[in-house]
């Protein structure tokens, strides 16, 4: 399925079409996986958000989730942030350990802990009050005369949840190095650059051609470097970069989520190749083994044709291969699924292999661990 040409797609009726080079669904695969359906307990008295923002602590086994305050945003039609902290550390065990970030995020979308445990959370929306919200946080905007106070940032915590650097402007849409546009995640490289994939709205077939859809790159001291991608389908080119991640070689991965397909750059952003067959993805995760864990939200009759099943792929990220799925179990028949999200949206792995599930639609985390035998 690994495509290192130009790929042309087609757009009819809203849904992306592939002119050529047109993948076949990797549904057909095993499942070596259960589900345990609440594996992080949640204090007494709240419930799940939203969440798309899930990763491991550097001890391999801990979890860190950012989840949208009990709802799909921290923040009310009024734009009065919740009391509630977005960013939640869970032990082993699933028992809560540590929270921090009230009235700081409105919108969770991405984390990564990096190398020092540091934990980086995107806030891709922000806090403007608005009459109505959509399903994945985009609203209409407000009057003017009511700017946002939260929101278009990345924020590098400490593990004890004190502020280390922003990247952005609070409340502000627009360009590095000053402000940033709906920053969907983030990632470190080795040598500590920050890569951001900005911009939720380009996956929307109406999107204007000023759209943003891009990676920006950063020193670790938050200098601007660099940005690139532009909307379109080309390669380096994007429809809602929704996820990143890097691989033992130092590979850029892009979850390219709006062109069905996972990209792969250098850390200079030069295009190496893309492939299909993870389907329509949300949210990658690259372990240290290479193991790529791809998380498909999305997949549908009109999003995606050709009846792909919604669930987390497993493959490797050395050749791209998908050798095993673990299926949606609220939409079993892709040739039924319509508009709209279930399954995973962010993806991890522990140390032991076990994988834990960021859910947008459903709400909450699930794990998946592998079955007796397997």
């Not at 240290?288 to 497993?314: C, F, Q």
Request: charge should be positive; hydrophobic fraction near 35%; glycine fraction near 12%.
């Amino acid at each position: 399925m690994k495509l290192r040409s130009s790929l042309a797609f087609v757009v009819l009726a809203g849904a992306v079409a592939f002119a050529q080079n047109t993948a076949t669904p990797t549904n057909d695969l095993p499942n070596p996986y259960e589900t345990l359906k609440e594996p992080l307990k949640l204090p007494e008295g709240r419930k799940w958000g939203s969440t798309s923002a899930v990763d491991v602590d550097k001890d391999g086994m801990s979890i860190w989730v950012g989840e949208r305050c009990g709802e799909n945003k921290c923040a009310d039609a009024s734009g009065k942030m919740s009391p509630l902290d977005p960013v939640l550390k869970f032990d082993a065990s699933g028992k809560l350990v540590k929270s921090f970030g009230a009235g700081m995020i409105a919108f969770a979308h991405g984390i990564h802990v990096d190398r020092d445990g540091n934990v980086w959370v995107t806030d891709a929306n922000d806090n403007r009050p608005t009459a109505a919200r959509g399903r994945s946080g985009e609203a209409p905007a407000a009057a003017p005369s009511t700017p946002a106070t939260v929101g278009h940032q990345v924020i590098k915590f400490s593990p004890d949840g004190k502020v280390l650097l922003k990247l952005g402007k609070a409340g502000m849409a627009g360009n590095p190095p000053e402000a940033l546009t709906e920053p969907n995640d983030v990632v470190t490289a080795p040598n500590g650059d920050i890569y951001v994939a900005e911009g939720h709205a380009g996956q929307n077939q109406n999107a204007p051609p000023d759209t943003v859809a891009r990676i920006s790159k950063f020193t670790k001291d938050g200098k601007f470097i660099k940005s690139w991608g532009k909307l379109g389908t080309g390669p380096g080119e994007f429809r809602t970069p929704h996820s990143l991640a890097f691989d033992s070689r130092g590979r850029l991965f892009v979850a390219d989520r709006g062109n069905v397909r996972l990209q792969v750059f250098d850390q200079e952003g030069k295009f190496l190749e893309q492939t299909l067959a993870f389907s329509r993805l949300s949210g990658i995760y690259i372990d240290k083994n290479d193991m790529l864990y791809g998380a498909d939200s999305e997949s549908s009759v009109t999003s995606h044709p050709g009846n792909w099943k919604r669930g987390i792929r497993i493959g490797s990220a050395k050749d791209l291969k998908v050798m095993s799925l673990i299926p949606d179990p609220d939409n079993p028949d892709p040739a039924k699924t319509t508009s709209g999200t279930s399954a995973a949206e962010g993806v991890v792995a522990d140390a032991k292999g076990n994988i834990y599930g960021a859910e947008v639609g459903p709400r909450g985390i699930k794990k998946y661990v592998k079955k007796s035998g397997s």
